[in-house]
């Protein structure tokens, strides 16, 4: 009797152990197939981006439309290189969202690490200002801006550019937040051993905070590559011009060829989908440290 209670239980729990298992590997499958659809769903542009533009026009314009074509071509990289100064656009891009990446950079960090880490008066209510500042959308401002720029003859100007653009509210949240998740004892054992604020700042906390910094770096690098608006308002003539600002203006007047405007998108989008592939690990930590530590 025993013997078969026992040879029961062993059987009971030999079933659990096989259902388990079997919903184990179950959900594992819905889980990789439902990760599968919305990487495709993701990716399925940028995949009809680069295929268009090495199609031919009537290609692109087919219905129904069709993801790969008979024939493919170089000529749309070569219209869109001879019709418009690209070389000219990427000179100015590179320019307006380098030095704005590393001015914000400076001045965020600083700004948050008097935030998180020193005392003075008015602390608090700088910091709500901040925080409500990153409510105001840029359309509220951006004629207020211009006619500002127009009067400081800044148009037209990487000067013009830079500086409206040299610090953000969300920088600054991003980096308080991170100095605000250090240990306290750092830098209090820094001044201990006669370190001032800047030192303790550029020698203790930045080294611990560049997975943060690589994250704003890639957050701000992105936000003014690809921002359209803003050049557009503050450049005037072509020779100003960011990426943007220059393809937009290349789809007016050339609204019907296709081809030219998908090469150009893929010209702009290729070097930070290079920067991304190299720094998506700083960028990941960096995201994942920023903001969950107050």
């Known amino acids: 009797m025993e013997a078969r209670t026992a040879d029961t239980t062993e059987l009971v729990d030999s079933t659990k152990k096989s259902n388990y298992h079997r919903n184990k590997v179950i959900k594992s499958i ?8 919305l990487i495709l769903i993701v990716v399925f542009p940028f995949l009809w981006l680069l295929l268009s533009s090495f199609k031919y026009e009537k290609d692109i314009i087919t219905y129904p439309p069709h993801i790969f074509s008979g024939k493919y071509t170089f000529q749309n990289y070569i219209k869109v290189w001879d019709t418009i100064p690209l070389l000219g656009y990427v000179k100015n891009t590179v320019i307006f969202a380098g030095a704005t990446m590393l001015i914000s950079l400076v001045l965020d960090s600083m700004t948050g690490y008097a935030l998180a880490r020193m005392e003075f008066k008015g602390k608090t209510a700088f910091y709500y200002f901040v925080m409500v500042s990153m409510m105001i959308p840029f359309m509220v401002y951006m004629i207020p801006l211009f006619i500002e720029m127009n009067k400081m003859n800044l148009l037209d100007t990487y000067t013009g550019l830079i500086v409206p653009r040299a610090t953000t509210a969300f920088g600054i949240f991003m980096m308080r937040s ?7 004892d750092l830098d209090e054992a820094a001044r201990l051993d006669g370190l001032n604020e800047w030192r303790i700042f550029t020698k203790i906390m930045l080294p611990l905070s560049k997975p943060t910094l690589m994250a704003l770096a890639v957050f701000t690098l992105t936000n003014n590559w690809n921002d359209l608006l803003y050049p557009l308002i503050l450049t005037t003539t072509s020779s100003m011009r960011t990426l943007p600002a220059g393809l937009a203006l290349f789809t007016g007047q050339h609204i019907s060829f296709y081809g030219p405007v998908m090469a150009g998108a893929v010209i702009s989008m290729l070097p930070l989908f ?10 990941v930590q960096g995201s994942a440290m920023s903001g969950m530590k107050e």
Do not use: D, E, H, T
Request: proline share 4%.
């Open 30 to 37: 819905i889980f990789k197939v439902i990760m599968s659809l």
């Open 178 to 184: 991170n100095f605000v998740g250090l240990p306290r």
């Open 274 to 283: 290079i920067i991304y592939i190299f720094a998506q690990k700083y960028f």
